[in-house]
């Protein structure tokens, strides 16, 4: 069946740069679209980016100087890289399965909290 | 395209019948979603185009609207369905979704 399963570091320092790992099964990276969405505690989820299933990116504007986002597909690996961390990025990361627009699988998410 | 969904909170019990409002700050067709988030699960999508249910989704939940205003309606609640839920809409890029409606027991 469809999983994603996000890991990285629970704690990340201010000005530090955030790498998340997002590992999938039960599709292929090449047939189907890879979003990250991030949730600050309390509040609505926020779309960060995807990975097209061609290999193509895109990313919120709101985030995209900071974001990158890459694949292994011999892994069944998605990436996200974002740097200059601040304190107003702590929150749960999810890895998402994209169809047209909606989400229609999630990982369980992976709380990153940005502290010194 | 700001999502702006109420009540934030809302209190019913099992078998009543509850609507949680999304409205968006400009027409999205019915590029719609709603999801359902419950604590040490991943989120679920219910619906998507705005009424079309997800499989495995229950009927009791339905989806309805378009252009800038939607709603779910949970039809007979059952104690399984208090949880949160977001809409989110995929009309235009980026997509943006609700600050969320918290679905409590009375």
């Not at chain 1, 011999?74 to 994209?98: A, E, H, I, P, W």
């Not at chain 2, 999801?35 to 705005?50: D, F, R, T, W």
Request: with cysteine.
């Amino acid at each position: 069946q469809v999983q994603l399963k996000e890991s990285g570091p629970g704690l990340v320092q201010p000005s530090e740069t955030l790498s998340l790992t997002c590992t999938v099964s039960g599709f292929s990276l090449t047939s189907y679209s890879v979003s990250w969405v991030r949730q600050p505690s309390g509040k609505g989820p926020e779309w960060m980016g995807r990975m097209w299933y061609d290999g193509d990116t895109a990313y919120n504007s709101a985030l995209k100087s900071r974001l990158s986002i890459s694949r292994d597909t011999s892994k069944n690996q998605v990436f996200l890289k974002m740097n200059s961390l601040q304190t107003d990025d702590t929150g749960t990361y999810y890895c998402t399965r994209q169809r047209q627009g909606y989400f229609d699988y999630w990982g369980q998410g992976v709380m990153v909290t940005v502290s010194s | 395209v700001q999502m702006t969904q109420s009540p934030s909170y809302l209190a019913a019990s099992p078998g009543e019948s509850v609507s949680i409002s999304c409205k968006a700050s400009k027409s999205i067709s019915n590029n719609l979603a709603w999801y359902q988030e419950k604590p040490g699960k991943a989120n679920k999508l219910l619906i998507h185009s705005g009424s079309t249910l997800q499989s495995g989704t229950p009927s009791r939940f339905s989806g309805s609207g378009s252009g800038t205003d939607f709603t779910l309606t949970i039809r007979s609640l059952e104690s399984e369905d208090f949880a949160v839920y977001y809409c989110q809409q995929y009309n235009e890029y980026p997509p943006t979704f609700g600050g969320g409606t918290k679905l409590e027991l009375k």
